[in-house]
């Protein structure tokens, strides 16, 4: 049973994984699969509305999921469901807790919102979750909130933003940046509701079917108008009217739905609902996109499915016929939507560490095998995932700040596979556990800023130094972070256990010197690459940017341990702990010289990442302070 114990577990977590790529059944009669996979137009790429849902969430509450501690089921089914809510009928949307205010935030937003420490009080009616919450087992405070809630106080939150608003970002207060965020959120909300329809509008369709009516008298009343010549002032009046709430829709429309002209594939040409009936005082008619937009927010808010549904089927087949690549790539990416690979990576690396951790107290070889098929399970999974994201931005792996944590964690896990298939010790599947999930976990927070897969900056825009350059030396990221997880592994195995035996750390030691050659290789390369890449795009092949400089860092610290060890300056113990603070080092080139907010590669001062990565940094300066410790003190003396 031992021996086939990995091929089982293996099978197991193999079909678990493929059954999230099965395409989702609907949840009732509408056909909201298909609604999300419809297209629009949003920051300059086409995506699926699925994807405006799922990023649209994670901007306003940090989580896909609408719902509500005290309530058993989700107030939807599924992001789609709440779209198409906010969309066709924002009534019943703005009673959903969609928005994030916590006290931990900023406890005088919740004040300046008008939100008292009752209403975020969670008082459960069982025992037992009433002891859990008492535990933070479960939540013991509510911090998601409904539009309708904060509407009263809206007003004062655009006060105090645009006082905001002239300070510098870095020198913001607490308060200042919660209530800039906010805003932000209830923006994005209220642009999402002006995107189809006014929100007002007890029944969009009907309207502009009396404004298709009543536009030949209103245009006639208008010319009349500016002539000085008798007219309907009734009908002027409604022309204007109708004018000012569609010129609002243009202006507040977050979403580009209606598609140019029959053989204009520019995708520039897009425009809102809005801006698509504004002109309609020139053209004399509706756009028939329009009008279906219109009957889909009508089916859907007086739950027609049989026609919501029919009018989705002939919305697809229009965009099929038009826009077939587009609509392939909508459909591909609704699916990895839908089967989230990086998160379930994630969880198989959390169990693929546990498992290589038991493995060096009870039968190492069935559970070091059993963890190693696991990690190259989520490898798969995780190349899979990186692989579906290049076919859809057409470009190499590496174009964001989020989707070089996805890259990094990657490189780290494959040079962790080589590393246990040479040496079967389970070393390399607890460092790619480890590494795996933690890279994986920074992704997803990095995604709650929005849409991963945004267009390209100007300069950045070149598919050749994105695969030579940024690839390249963000593989040198992967290998200096290797080294340091595998001096870390060194060090707790000889401080806090005996399991340091001599050839562990023989291997170990091995390990760490051959991924910093292969480390101080790819980032002299990819430095210099970079420099060739700069000199073509800014005139100057070095400037000394902070990214510049962090870059040279990692190359000049791994030279140094390389020269250090072969001077004889450092043995095993002074190695391990040259690496770790090469984990140090590289978190500052990856993530503090971003957040410094000056430079070409800054990308904003982020309160959270700031604190994560001093925290970070200070647990390595722990290590290395306790790797420090006299020989006599280590449980594994003999050994280091």
């Not at 001093?614 to 449980?635: E, G, H, N």
Request: one cysteine or more; hydrophobic letters at 50%; charged letters at 15%.
């Amino acid at each position: 049973m031992k021996r086939w114990l990995p091929i089982l577990v293996l099978l197991f977590a193999a079909g678990w994984l493929a059954s999230t790529v099965r395409a989702p059944k609907n949840t009732n009669d509408f056909d909201l699969q298909a609604f999300g996979r419809l297209p629009v137009l949003v920051n300059g790429r086409i995506k699926p509305l699925d994807t405006v849902a799922r990023t649209s969430l994670l901007m306003m509450q940090g989580r896909q999921r609408v719902s509500d501690p005290t309530v058993s089921a989700p107030f939807v089914a599924s992001p789609a469901e709440w779209l198409a809510d906010v969309l066709f009928h924002p009534s019943k949307a703005d009673d959903y807790p969609t928005f994030r205010l916590s006290a931990a935030d900023s406890p005088e937003l919740l004040t300046l919102m008008g939100i008292t420490g009752q209403e975020t009080r969670i008082t459960y009616e069982s025992a037992v979750l009433r002891t859990l919450a008492l535990a933070d087992f479960v939540p013991g405070t509510r911090t998601r909130f409904s539009f309708n809630q904060l509407s009263p106080k809206l007003a004062e939150l655009d006060r105090q933003a645009q006082l905001a608003s002239p300070v510098d970002p870095q020198l913001r207060t607490p308060f200042q940046k919660a209530v800039m965020q906010l805003r932000e959120r209830v923006m994005l909300y209220q642009r999402l509701k002006h995107s189809v329809q006014m929100p007002d509008s007890p029944g969009f369709l009907g309207e502009i079917v009396q404004f298709q009516k009543g536009l030949a008298a209103g245009v006639d009343a208008v010319r009349a108008r500016q002539k000085g010549e008798p007219h309907d002032e009734a009908a002027f009046k409604g022309m204007l009217a109708a004018a000012q709430r569609y010129d609002t829709m243009d202006q507040m429309g977050y979403l580009l739905t209606i598609p140019p002209a029959a053989g204009d594939t520019d995708p520039t040409h897009w425009q809102t609902v809005g801006h698509t009936l504004l002109e309609t005082f020139e053209t004399g008619d509706i756009n028939p996109n329009v009008m279906a937009y219109a009957a889909l927010g009508s089916s859907w808010r007086e739950r027609k499915a049989d026609q919501f549904n029919e009018i989705v089927r002939l919305f697809g087949a229009q965009f099929t016929k038009r826009f077939a690549p587009q609509l392939a790539k909508s459909d591909i990416e609704t699916r990895f939507n839908t089967a989230e690979p990086f998160y379930k990576s994630m969880q198989l690396y959390a169990v693929a560490f546990l498992l290589a951790i038991l493995s060096w107290l009870k039968w190492p070889e069935v559970l070091g095998r059993s963890a190693f098929y696991l990690t190259l399970l989520a490898f798969v999974a995780t190349t899979a995932g990186i692989a579906t994201r290049m076919w859809l931005e057409d470009r190499p792996p590496v174009t964001n700040l989020y989707s070089s944590a996805l890259f990094v964690g990657w490189g780290s896990v494959g040079l962790c596979l080589i590393l246990e298939k040479t040496y079967r010790n389970a070393i390399g599947s607890v460092a790619a556990g480890m590494i795996g999930f933690v890279a994986l976990l920074i992704a997803h927070h990095l995604s709650l800023s929005g849409d991963t897969l945004e267009m390209m900056r100007a300069v950045l825009d070149t598919n050749l130094w994105l695969a030579t350059h940024v690839v390249i030396v963000t593989i040198g990221y992967s290998a200096t972070f290797l080294a340091g997880f595998l001096a870390l592994i060194y060090i707790f195995r000889g401080v806090l256990t005996r399991s340091l035996d001599q050839a562990t750390a023989d291997a170990l030691a091995r390990m760490v010197y051959g991924i910093v050659c292969f480390a101080t290789f790819c980032s002299l390369v990819g430095t210099v690459l970079g420099g060739i890449w700069a000199d073509q795009s800014w005139g100057r092949f070095w400037g000394w940017d902070p990214k510049e400089n962090g870059a040279l860092m990692i190359v000049l610290w791994n030279a140094i341990i390389l020269h250090a060890r072969w001077g004889g300056l450092v043995k095993q113990r002074g190695l391990m702990c040259l690496a770790v603070i090469g984990n140090i080092i590289t978190s500052w080139s990856w993530f503090g010289t971003n957040m410094l907010g000056i430079g070409l590669h800054s990308y904003g001062f982020m309160d959270a990442a700031f604190w994560w990565l001093l925290t970070f940094v200070l647990t390595q300066v722990a290590v290395i302070v306790l790797a420090q410790l006299p020989l006599d003190k280590w449980r594994s003396f003999k050994a280091a």
